[in-house]
């Protein structure tokens, strides 16, 4: 199957601070990709659907301004979660699409705020 | 009703057993059909992708769709210790669209 990375893979930073995720496709390209965050033993949340080139789609009660999302090429999306406080410590998951439809994960990144 | 049904668990197995995981969905738009492996702190891991009814086989796994009851179905045989994991099934309408999960089943397979 196709290979989606997410870097870093573990953050801990201070309160207040910025945090950027990459999501990126490595074998193919990805016209749209997908934020989600999961907290222990819970669903997974989309947060939002980024196209490469337009603003993303954010679900309803995320907010945008806190979560900046950027789709800047095929195979790149970051998530900068902006002025990071605790209740946003989560682990935070990337997917793509592939060529098929099909949706292929990262193997998530774990956010932990100080 | 919940667009997406799945069997409540968890379930535990033994080894070598052949375990059924199913999902109902009620959105008859729904055209596009996958199973996840989630591993404990893991990304989900895409074992099944299907968009037709009938029935797909890689490996030890099987993917069942059967469209006009609006239902799916993962069989996994000589189930493994390392099939010890949460199975998601999740299904979109079309492309570039939002996948709609269900509840995710825990399985345990007991050596």
């Known amino acids: 199957g196709a290979v989606v990375s997410q870097h870093p893979s573990w953050v801990i930073c201070k309160s207040g601070t910025s945090v950027k995720i990459e999501c990126r496709s490595l074998?193919?390209?990805?016209?749209?990709m997908f934020w989600y965050r999961q907290f222990p033993k819970q669903s997974l949340m989309l947060m939002a659907t980024s196209n490469e080139g337009s603003k993303a789609t954010y679900e309803q009660g995320v907010e945008k301004d806190k979560f900046l999302i950027n789709h800047a090429s095929l195979t790149l999306s970051t998530l900068t979660v902006t002025s990071a406080h605790p209740e946003d410590s989560s682990f935070y998951i990337c997917?793509?699409?592939?060529?098929?439809?099909?949706?292929?994960f990262g193997p998530g990144t774990r956010l932990t705020v100080l | 009703q919940k667009e997406v049904e799945q069997d409540p668990g968890p379930l535990s197995v033994p080894e070598g057993a052949i375990v059924s995981l199913n999902c109902t969905y009620s959105?008859?738009?729904?055209?596009?059909f996958m199973w996840y492996r989630q591993y404990s702190r893991k990304g989900p891991e895409l074992l099944m992708y299907?968009?037709?009814?009938g029935n797909k086989e890689d490996g030890r796994f099987t993917a069942q769709v059967d469209k006009s009851s609006k239902y799916i179905s993962l069989f996994i045989r000589d189930s493994q210790p390392s099939d010890s994991a949460t199975y998601l099934c999740?299904?979109?309408?079309?492309?570039?669209?939002?996948?709609?999960f269900g509840k995710g089943i825990t399985l345990s397979v007991r050596p």
């Open positions: 959105n008859s738009a729904f055209q596009y």
């Open positions: 997917s793509a699409e592939g060529p098929r439809n099909e949706q292929f």
């Open positions: 999740a299904m979109k309408t079309g492309a570039n669209s939002k996948l709609t």
């Open positions: 299907t968009y037709s009814s």
């Open positions: 074998d193919f390209q990805a016209t749209t």
